[in-house]
């Protein structure tokens, strides 16, 4: 779970919501833009770059450890009711799954048709669209060392890079989706509490050069061939989140 140190209200908020679900987690050091960026990275803020920068310090610890999959979360993450049964047993999870999203922006999505169960009436489905936001994800160890190894260049936001089919980041994996989601961001679904400081900053507009556009739209092609055996899909309004609020689906 990535928290800044100065963040420690944070801290607290996160310790009972993992506490209350009666699940146990490891707290990674965030990467805190007010004592400095080593870099820039246009059109990214320096929030945005630091964010990035955590969520690597996870993957490089995932890549580096013993275990096939782990979850990530950031420290404004609020859980469904019935999460820590989920994220106590691994053997649910895909064979085929690079990243698991656990968790909704609230935002309409396209996913495949086909539900994989999980247990509790969570199923996995396949994410076909994008969905962003980098609250709560699944990652196999695999995922993480290439997702290091091909993001030494920051070209997006890390929700982006993780969730957005125009990003070669997110179209070389094999993405899921939970459903219901298993976590939301506290802002996203009015929960009162402090505000995270991970992504604080608001993201600027900025007019995507030429080159650029074209590198999208050939991700995006790539990521339609790679995925093109999925005819059926279905366009969801909102991925409602389990057990704690009804969103309609």
């Not at 707290?27 to 964010?51: H, S, W, Y």
């Not at 080159?211 to 059926?232: P, V």
Request: with cysteine; hydrophobic share 40%; charged share 25%.
């Amino acid at each position: 779970m990535i928290n800044l140190d100065r963040s420690v209200d944070r801290l607290a908020s996160a310790r009972a919501e993992f506490s209350r679900i009666g699940i146990d987690f490891e707290r990674v050091a965030g990467i805190d833009a007010m004592n400095g960026v080593p870099f820039t990275a246009p059109p990214l803020t320096e929030t945005e770059i630091c964010c990035f920068l955590s969520h690597r310090r996870c993957w490089k610890t995932i890549a580096d450890g013993p275990d096939e999959h782990v979850a990530v979360f950031e420290d404004d993450v609020v859980f469904s009711q019935d999460a820590g049964s989920v994220l106590a047993d691994d053997s649910w999870i895909p064979p085929n799954a690079d990243i698991i999203k656990l968790e909704t922006f609230l935002s309409r999505v396209r996913l495949g048709s086909r539900h994989i169960p999980v247990k509790n009436g969570y199923s996995a489905r396949r994410l076909l669209g994008q969905h962003l936001g980098s609250c709560g994800y699944v990652i196999s160890k695999s995922a993480a060392y290439g997702l290091l190894r091909n993001t030494e260049r920051f070209r997006a936001a890390v929700d982006v890079a993780l969730f957005s089919p125009n990003q070669m980041t997110a179209a070389r994996n094999t993405i899921y989706q939970l459903m219901p989601a298993l976590c939301a961001q506290a802002a996203v679904v009015g929960t009162d509490g402090p505000l995270s400081l991970i992504q604080l900053a608001p993201r600027p507009h900025v007019d995507k050069r030429m080159a650029d556009r074209i590198h999208s739209e050939a991700t995006r092609i790539f990521w339609y061939l790679r995925n093109r055996k999925f005819l059926w899909t279905e366009k969801v309004d909102a991925v409602r989140l389990g057990g704690l609020h009804d969103c309609a689906k």
